[in-house]
């Protein structure tokens, strides 16, 4: 298990070196310290978490899951609002998205849910629906900030967990069904996500690009070839392509670093997600085994969102590139991701050298 914790730790620490060397190429001095500040807030972070053992979290995961709801309720009501959106706490070191954090919380409270209710879970009544309202009222609150691609990868991650978990196939595809009506009628009221969704299926039907963001993205892309134009020497992120340090980083990657280099970094994330599943896998408790699969398939399914909106295959998200993107919020909470998963495994390596020294 060290050995995976090691493994672990230099995957993301190249990520996080790449990423800032990328911020630095792309918006200068000025952006390249504040991401290296919260880079080292991220660090912080990840230590608390990798150190705290994980089952402490299973006695206090409702009172978590509570708080972020009601700072969630807050953000709703009385945030100011940000590009048309009422997502972020101004907390003065760093803007703070809440609800990247409840997404943590969330998979947290549903893992002692999954592991307390056992094989009630697979009756509606007496176990799945109880879950499901934690899901809604998270999900809800999200959805009018409005964030409709953070509300998708909470809901699509958190029935994963519970399909892992042993809810019945045929509860969620029902419920997934309803969702699915309902929330693309909301996501067409919503004139910010019925446009990028309405300028999706236009772009599928005319063979053309999403928008001017996934035009020049594609540019920078195909302009890397094979091996990339070199680090900092991407000419799309100068003026040309919108958010290069964000929403369209991996598209910089691709242009710096090249198709091989691309292919590194989608391998990187399918490592991390390999890894936690090892993790998973090894963990003596249900709780860990459910929170170690629910926090790498939220990272590696977030990874691969913001690959496919870069490539035109997805209408345009705001969904960061883990570990890489610019932005405060992001790289914290998955940093806390990587110290609950460091945690799990650490925690498995104690359990067997324990019943080792027994034997």
Known sequence: MKNLSRILIAIVFMLITLGAGIIFSTKGY??????VGKIVFALGAFLVFAVMPYKYFRNISKYLLVGIILTLLYTLLFAPEIKGASRWLDLGFVRFQPSE???IFLLMHLAVMIEKKGDDIKDFNSGLRYMLLWIATVSGLIFFQPNVSTTVVIIFTSFILLFVGGARIFHLGSIVGGL????????????????RILA????VIDGGSVNLQVLQSKIALGSGGLFGLGIGQSRQSDLFLPEPHNDFVFSVVGEELGFLGALLILFAYMSIFFVGLLIAKRAKDNFGQLLAFGLSFTIV???????????GLLPTTGITLPFVSFGGTSIIIFSISIGILINIALGTERHMEMRRARS
């Open 101 to 103: 954090l409840a997404k």
């Open 30 to 35: 000025t952006f390249f310290i504040s991401h």
């Open 180 to 195: 699915g009506i309902i929330g693309g009628i909301g996501a067409m009221i919503l004139p910010h996500s019925r446009a």
């Open 200 to 203: 999706f299926f236009n772009s």
């Open 301 to 311: 399914i977030s990874a691969f969102i913001h690959v496919a909106v870069g490539l």
